[in-house]
């Protein structure tokens, strides 16, 4: 219906048909506390790849993997990256680190990882994405010490990326890819948390810049009380 929810349009967030309508989310009203926080960005250190991974990091010492991403080269070198560490699935007792695979051949063969991201101090690093933007440059990005970090390769048809230097985007998780506006600007749409203002919902960070920065705009908190709660936005 074009109703703005504190700068977010309801309509590309409408919730399925079989909710009630109770349990629809509620709009939330400008909060200038919770927009200066979440416009701060992470003060950890942006970790930056290992672009020449040992054999600790080899097909037959990985137990699982999974929370795959993948995004394709203008002229089709295709870039994946998953998230794995520990013993099994779920394991949170060993660091989690996530890895970057590429093919040159259609996804015949696959060479990797290529790169891999891997706290030194036994943090999880964890829900990596791949992106191709407009201008064609690769983005990784993955969370990491308190925020998402992103990593731009501007020749993504060379099988060993280059990287730009590591920085943070936002706080919260993005598992998913940036929407890019009619006007050319960029949404970037974590979700998060923060239980001392009781948010747990949506943010949406914009780009006018191609990504050089990003900018605070709006969030979608979950209703109080609701079980179901928003999250993983597309």
């Known amino acids: 219906d074009g109703t703005v929810w504190n700068g977010v349009l309801s309509g590309g967030l409408a919730p399925s048909a079989a909710l009630h309508a109770a349990d629809k989310p509620e709009p939330v009203a400008s909060d200038d506390k919770l927009a200066e926080i979440l416009s701060r960005k992470p003060s950890g250190i942006p970790l930056t790849p290992i672009l020449d991974p040992g054999p600790e990091f080899a097909d037959e ?81 993955y969370y990491a010490n308190g925020g998402m970090v992103a990593n731009i390769a501007d020749d993504p048809e060379a099988a060993k990326p280059h990287f730009q230097p590591p920085f943070f985007v936002s706080q919260g998780f993005f598992i998913n890819k940036p929407t890019v506006l009619a006007d050319g600007s960029w949404l970037w749409t974590p979700h998060n948390k923060i239980p001392t ?29 609701v079980e179901i709660q928003i999250g993983e936005p597309i």
């Open 61 to 141: 010492k990985r137990i699982w993997q999974g929370s795959g991403s993948m995004t394709i080269s203008p002229k089709g070198r295709i870039w994946l990256s998953e998230m794995t560490g520990g013993g099994f699935e779920g394991d949170r007792t060993e660091p989690t680190y996530v890895i970057l695979f590429t093919s040159g051949d259609g996804g015949k063969t696959f060479q990797g990882p290529v790169a891999v991201v891997k706290s030194p101090s036994g943090k999880h690093v964890q829900d990596p994405g791949l992106w191709t933007d407009p201008r064609g440059r690769l983005w990784w990005y």
């Open 197 to 225: 203002l009781g948010f747990k919902g949506v943010t949406v960070y914009r780009s006018q810049d191609e990504g050089k920065s990003f900018a605070f705009v709006g969030s979608v908190n979950s209703k109080p009380g």
